[in-house]
């Protein structure tokens, strides 16, 4: 299985149109943004991409829209499990892989229930390893139905497998992102931080990247954390960029992902606010701290400069 590139994986958000159909167009001009920003790779039909609020037809839809759109330039991985196993998993699998994506992404807490333990998951892995024959796959510790955290462990045994290229990592801990890291070094199985506030612990312990919701509001200063940390290393410099980051991403967590779409919408990239996901009204303080969070991607922009794409 081919090695995925280094640096930063967007969890892709999805626009709508007022009427809350997919809006091909503004998806485009949303790639464009991204692939303009400096990414290094694209996970579509993610969490961010509303994923359970889509139909399959949506799904496919939605992703092979992201491949033709990236032409190439960048892989892209999907989701490819929405329950918990037989056959029509495995369709699917096969279906989204036929778009033209370079990974299908399992979701752990999908393939198993709370309480059933890693020897389960395993099973159900290799059920799917023997059903989809030499597609490259990923995992996804996905917070959605519930935060299922793989073992270094199991890590190591997918490592072992050959088949998984790609790990979303959502421990959001620095001990555990190490020892994630080191079970799987010298691998083509790569790990992901989804993290703000570990990216650089994360890195420096050997993740190829980030995927940040954060980076879905701008981009573009976690393009340039990467370049630098992968020329240069941890310098003061970047631990100063990376803690103004880390307080930054506190706000875009909230009223996700209706809140990213506004953030871009702002900075003028021509997609409406729609969401599926049902979200509460802007109270007064909430508006001035996404007021806040503008001006704060304007003032590191300018201290660091980082050209704005849109």
């Known amino acids: 299985m081919s ?34 920003a400096g990414s ?3 996970f579509a039909n993610c969490l961010s991409s509303e994923m359970y609020q889509l139909t399959t037809d949506e799904r496919l839809l939605l992703t092979s829209s992201v491949v033709k759109f990236c032409d190439g330039k960048v892989p892209v991985v999907a989701t490819g499990t929405f329950n918990r196993g037989g056959a029509s998993n495995i369709d699917f699998i096969k279906k989204i892989y036929d ?10 807490s999908m393939l198993v229930e709370p309480d059933e333990n890693d020897d389960v998951l395993k099973s159900r892995l290799e059920d799917i390893m023997n059903a989809t024959e030499n597609i490259p796959l990923g995992v996804y510790e996905c917070p959605v139905p519930y935060k299922r955290l793989l073992s ?18 959502t421990s959001c801990n620095s001990i555990s ?3 994630k890291s080191n079970a799987i070094k010298d691998t083509n199985f790569g790990l992901y931080n989804a993290d703000t506030a570990t990216a650089l612990d994360s890195l420096e312990s050997g993740a190829r990247g980030i995927s940040p919701i954060s980076a879905n509001f701008y981009p573009e200063p976690y393009s340039y954390l990467l370049n630098e940390f992968f020329a240069n290393g941890r310098t ?34 021509k997609i409406e606010t729609n969401s ?3 979200t509460d009204m802007l109270t007064n303080v909430d508006t001035i701290r996404f007021n806040a969070l503008m001006d704060s991607f304007k003032v590191i ?4 400069d980082i050209k704005s794409v849109i």
């Open 3 to 36: 090695l995925l590139p280094k640096g930063l994986w967007p969890v892709m958000i999805t626009p709508f149109k007022p009427n809350n159909q997919i809006d091909i167009d503004g998806l485009e001009r949303l790639t464009n943004m991204y692939l303009d």
């Open 40 to 42: 290094n790779g694209m």
């Open 99 to 108: 778009t033209g994506i370079n990974a299908v992404i399992l979701i752990t």
């Open 152 to 169: 270094t462990e199991m890590l190591k045994w997918m490592a072992s497998t050959g088949r998984f290229v790609y790990h979303k990592d």
């Open 177 to 179: 992102l190490e020892r």
């Open 236 to 269: 003061k410099k970047l631990n100063q960029l990376h803690a103004i980051l880390t307080m930054m991403d506190r706000v875009t967590h909230t009223f996700y992902p209706f809140s990213a779409k506004l953030f871009l919408q702002k900075r003028g990239l």
């Open 276 to 278: 599926r996901i049902p």
């Open 301 to 304: 922009s300018e201290i660091y």
